[in-house]
């Protein structure tokens, strides 16, 4: 088995997956059987999110949006979107009858696997609800299902999965070509920011480092990978501790990113690489705070909807200031005077998620809105990373021809050449052959706060954030604002 047998603690799932998504089932499947999750008239997607009508149910206050219908929204209505699409580029057997789209004659339908939030032991339950109960044809997810579960998809169940987030190398060799990701993958990414580090002053070449890992597999391969690239680029690495993040239990995990900062003092570090999600660092933050310990602490992008939009929405106040080296964009500017403009293809995303949800959204305004008491209500934005997953799979799915098969699905998806990407890679990115993640750049941004009382500015930001909330910040490094990852 490739799966491990970590169970994610409650908040950090919390944290990821409201800003995943969830589908309901639509129709029955055709008679013949084909190949798995295509049927004489459907296209079975399944995608992976949390049960947030079950969360409301044992009384946790989720926003009105934040319903299991909303999210349904989101990955079918994108499907059908981009299936339009391609009937509109004149794609072979692409076709559009009033308000129902075909690829073939089939249908793509999306249904639900769903896991519990404050459940972790529900994480397998849902890998074998979205590949033994529904065999589709693939999986997705947007954000927020850990990385150790993954295996138990494309590994032990060999079912084929396009994830929104990140990986690392050992579970992408284990899954073939049964594994997709937007994200970069963590050794790659280990090597781009050394890089970008070593173009700036973030870190000089006389700094002591630590790092604050922690013990679940990805999160693991990813402070393996950071390590070696630090020591191999002539950097002093100083100390390392990993929290146990296979703990349920975040008091346990914040009391011991907490008591590593004690560790660090005594070990010389000046400058801290924080690899962990913000529920399990939280402490750390905190207590470096308090203690005035000095510390230039900088976050390596590898836990789930870590230096998103919707992750710096639920970030520690304490992080503020804090470098954050990431592929995921945001929708304020470096000078804090304006919210940034779409690119074309997230004018196409907006007005697509515009449609279907019937509704406005607002340029970085998480999942569920804001309600500000006695004030407006903003509309959440749409959902980039659904998006860009459901631009590039429909087409592949209908360039697979009539006899589609993953095989011939993933081919498509890894020949379509450079594309463009939604609040992401500065706007594009590419798969290739030993490519898996389509992410192409990462830049640096760091977190600034911003709540429901912050009045708007002289430019009708709040704080130089475009919404009432804690957003982060692109930086320029010599003018520039974006570097390449590269892939040997």
């Known amino acids: 088995m490739f799966r491990s047998p970590f169970r994610l603690l409650a908040g950090v799932v919390l944290v990821g997956l409201i800003g995943a998504t969830m589908v309901a089932p639509v129709g029955a499947a055709g008679r013949t059987q084909v190949q798995q999750g295509v049927t004489d008239n459907e296209i079975t997607i399944v995608s992976l999110v949390s049960d947030l009508d079950g969360l409301r149910a044992k009384g946790f206050p989720l926003g009105a949006k ?27 057997g692409v076709k559009v009858s009033g308000n129902t789209c075909t690829i073939n004659g089939r249908k793509v339908t999306v249904k639900p696997a769903v896991w519990d939030p404050v459940d972790a032991t529900t994480f397998d339950k849902a890998c074998i609800q979205a590949t033994q109960d529904n065999k589709p044809l693939v999986v997705v997810q947007g954000n927020g299902f850990r990385q150790s579960s993954i295996g138990c998809i494309t590994v032990d169940n060999k079912t084929p999965m396009f994830f929104g987030e990140s990986v690392y190398a050992a579970l992408n060799k284990a899954s073939g070509n049964r594994l997709l990701t937007l994200g970069v993958e963590a050794e790659s990414n280990a090597k781009a920011t050394v890089a970008l580090i070593k173009k700036t002053d973030l870190i000089p070449s006389t700094a002591k480092i630590c790092i604050l890992a922690g013990n679940e597999p990805g999160l693991k391969a990813a402070a393996d990978a950071l390590d070696k690239e630090l020591k191999a680029a002539k ?8 929290v146990n993040t296979l703990s349920a239990d975040p008091t346990v ?4 990113s907490a008591a590593a900062v004690a560790t660090f003092k005594a070990a010389g570090c000046d400058h801290v690489f924080v690899v962990i999600p913000f529920t399990a660092s939280a402490g750390y933050y905190q207590e470096a705070q308090r203690s005035n310990a000095g510390f230039k602490t900088l976050i390596f992008d590898a836990a789930t909807s870590l230096c998103t939009q919707f992750g710096a929405s639920r970030t520690p106040a304490e992080v503020a200031g804090a470098p954050c080296v ?13 919210v940034k403009a779409d690119n074309a293809f ?3 995303c907006r007005a697509a998620f515009d449609t279907f949800m019937g509704g406005k ?30 631009s590039l799979l429909i ?17 498509q998806v890894i020949a379509s050449g450079k594309g463009p990407a939604a609040y992401m890679s500065n706007g594009e990115g590419q798969f290739a052959k030993g490519k898996q993640f389509y992410a192409n750049q990462i830049h640096v941004q760091t977190l600034n706060t911003a709540n429901a009382n912050t009045v708007k500015d002289a430019n009708g930001l709040f704080n130089g954030n475009p919404a009432p909330v804690n957003a982060w910040i692109p930086q320029l490094i010599d003018g520039q604002e974006w570097f390449p990852v590269n892939v040997k």
């Open 395 to 411: 087409p592949a799915i209908a360039k697979a021809g009539k006899k589609v098969t993953w095989d011939k699905v993933y081919d």
């Open 66 to 92: 934040l319903t299991t219908g909303n999210l349904v929204k989101r990955w079918q209505g994108y499907a059908d979107a981009f299936c339009k699409a391609a009937a509109e580029d004149g794609i072979k």
């Open 346 to 348: 997230e004018k196409e």
């Open 361 to 390: 959204s607002l340029p970085g305004v998480p999942a569920g809105d804001i309600v500000v008491p006695n004030g407006p209500t903003y509309s959440e934005d749409f959902a980039p990373n659904e998006c860009t997953i459901m």
């Open 326 to 338: 990431t592929t995921w964009d945001t929708r304020a500017v470096p000078a804090k005077n304006a």
């Open 235 to 242: 950097f002093t690495v100083s100390q390392r501790v990993d």
């Open 253 to 256: 995990q914040n009391r011991e």
